[in-house]
């Protein structure tokens, strides 16, 4: 019979590496006896022994009250590994020596891995290990399991364990404590089932601590139910004796008892105040707090969208021009050029999925701020300071959580709207969730905003953010006052992970993760999408004409959009090309941008110069992608109001020529403020398709129209008070 | 300063409330807070707040994410805080 080692430790303490070097590449998968949660075990040999390893899930202590926690305690009581391995994050041992002191409790052989021990050195924590490995004598190894320091001699100390007794370690609990343990005790033993289930004072202990998986063992044999109800009666007698619950007298205890022995390891008694602790109070300040973030989003937006516009024109020139001269070319080789099939080609996919793709790097570029603020730790402050200014105005505690989600994407951030505790909080958290700038609403407002508000274009974007979150934050606050009425709010912790520089690897992979699904997007959704849209405008449905040969206006999507736009007439986009637009943007808002280039382009002339040879045209992309990296580089310093390149264009492109156009004629000449209005109504209408289904799966039908139908009337209504409201003013 | 005051504050807490919050009200350092925090976990009075997620598969068979999509925890798209929440918990009487 092989000796089985556990692998025990709280998350994020190493346990996994640890585990892993301990086991190599011979590992099993499987799940744990009636669990969903995996089960990783494997096998180590040393010197002539082999053993086998069980990683158990990662937990703080041994009172089971998670499923997690549940099966360590449970597979420690019953299983009785020979040695059990405990992991422990030497930066935080206060947080760490719980389960070490309850494994030693229950009396398991143990060993314990000072893990991290280079992060703790780091900080200047100067650890004695021989004062943990004396009070509870085990041996204790220092090791950073990452880069397997100390594996061998945790392996070697395993081996040398095996032919030792193990020694429980009693911690004092107090007189009154003690008196309690002392009877149930006699309890214990007197019952053999219950006695060999462990050492009978940890029992006991368990027992006071209202341990789960014991009272469910204990429920489940004859003699179990007299000895919890001496439990019952013994925890109440605490409870009275000490006016403290009594798994918070044991948990007092042990606390006391591990911050003297913490002392004694590191020569330290008081704590002290990190570089972390000092930021955190700045940032989320109750008055600085806000104001850093919206700056902090400004910035985010700056980039976005102005350091990124020499790649985006760059895009733009290679798909317009080499790219679509390159599928006209191939098509002619093969004998189909001039027909429907290069319309498809040129007018359908180059100028739909072209057109998306054109944003690319402004994708790219608002993923890499995500990404960087993320990994610093900055957005969980984001969502600490913002929460705590939405409470103030009855919204529930954590619905900023799925909001700050909402920025990424509508669908996930339905889905977390589960994290909130009552339906209300849920319900309401996921009306007012769509309200925030999704990534894919972006592409639109760079649009419009490049050809309306060129000199301001980052401010305008910015100010399309700001102005979700103020609607989600607005429909929240009416919304709790009259039908979703504001309920007692559930005490929660936020824990937050420490500041620290961004990790150049894990920003890359979010990086290229989300932009390679942008892109995918375009090569699926948005490809589809640009499909249906050709195939409509190709399909005659009025006047004359045949398929693939007929007026834009004349076709499908000509007459349904002419019948949608009166709706659209008084916010200024009432053109069939701008309501056709915005109806295809319900299958999702890149498609509005897609639709735009399809329209707007179908009729636009053709440049009547020589085309340049193939080479011609790759030398030109090469020294174009040269000059866009030299701009970039040029345009940062603007961020922080330092000019040093102008890239302003008077010269609008074909699309935003035709643009500039169909918004001035729509407007009455207040292109700008119709431009504006139909930014604010992109913003406010019905994210996507997927959302509707998310919302519907999760809220039900009924809800699902009141979300639709009311996100349709604040969006229009919120455009029709921009576009008249600036008519008014005299603006536009 | 005892486990017992912390619990009482956070139960007193309108919501959310972070550790330097906690810090600052009690008098304490954050690194305390956080020590306290785990004391808590390890006697089963806070638990990680971990919500139902859901199952994806019956997602939208339209819209931009629904072809793509592999759920909330792997959507590439979501963007992750960083947050994790506790909620206090009462373990269950023996009896």
Known sequence: MRPVVAVAGCPNAGKTSLFNQLSGA??????????????????????????????????????????????????????????????????????????????????????????MIDVAERRGIDIDESVLAETLDVEVIRTVARKGVGTEEIKAAIARSLGKPARPLTIDYGPVVERHVGGLIEDIIADPDVAGRGIPRWTALQLLAGDRALRGYLQS????????????????????????????????????????????????????????DRVDRVLTHRLFGIPIFLVVMWVVLRVTADVTAPYLDWVDTTISGPVSRWAVDLLGLVGLAGGWVESLVVDGVLAGVGGVLVFVPVLFALYLMLALLEDTGYMSRAAAVMDRAMRAVGIPGKAFLPMMVGFGCTVP?????????????????????????????????????????????????????VLGIAVAVLIGFLMSRTALREEDPAPFVMVMPEFRMPNARTVWILVWQRTSSFIKGAGTTILAASIVVWLLLALPLGGGGSFADTEVEDSAFGIVSKGAAPVLQPLGFGEWE??????SGFVAKEVVVSTMAQLYLTDAESDTGADPTFGEDLAEVGSSFVAAGRDTLLTIPSVIGLDFIDLADDTDTTLQAAVRSSFDSSSGGRGSLAALGFMVFVLLYTPCMAAVAAFRQEFGTKWMWVSVIGQFVIAWSGAFLVFQGGRLLGLG | MRLTTLLQEIERSPGPVTGIELASRLGITNSEIESMLHALRAAGRLGADVAERPKMDSCSS??????????????????????????????????
């Open chain 2, 62 to 95: 339209s819209g931009s994410c629904s072809m793509t999509c592999p759920g909330p925890d792997e959507c590439s798209l979501t963007v992750n805080l960083q947050v994790s929440g506790l909620q206090i918990r009462s373990p269950a009487s023996p009896g």
């Open chain 1, 578 to 583: 701008q309501s056709g637009s915005l109806l």
């Open chain 1, 413 to 465: 951030a339905i889905y977390a709207t589960r994290t909130l505790d009552s339906s209300r909080d849920r319900l309401l958290t996921g009306l007012i969730t769509p309200f925030m700038s999704c990534g894919a609403r972006l592409p639109v407002y760079v649009l419009l905003a490049t050809i309306f508000f060129a000199d301001a274009k980052s401010m305008v974007v910015f100010g399309m953010y």
């Open chain 1, 26 to 115: 011979r590992q099993k998968v499987g799940n744990w006896p009636g669990q969903t949660v995996e089960q990783y075990s494997g096998e180590f040999t040393h010197g002539a022994t082999t053993f086998d390893v069980v990683d158990l899930p990662g937990t703080y202590g041994l009172v089971a009250v998670s499923a997690e926690e549940a099966i360590a305690a449970t597979y420690l009581a019953v299983e009785k590994p020979d040695v059990v391995v405990t992991v422990v994050d030497s930066s935080n041992l206060t947080g760490s020596l719980h389960l070490v002191a309850q494994i030693a409790e229950a009396g398991h052989r143990q060993v314990v891995a000072l893990n």
């Open chain 1, 221 to 276: 044999i004859p003699g179990g139910h007299a000895i919890l109800e001496a439990a019952a009666a013994d925890r109440d007698g605490i409870a009275a004796e000490t006016t403290f619950e009594c798994e918070m007298e044991l948990a007092e205890h042990r606390f006391e008892w591990i911050t003297r022995l913490v002392s004694e390891m590191t020569g330290t008694i008081t704590a002290t105040t990190t570089w972390s």
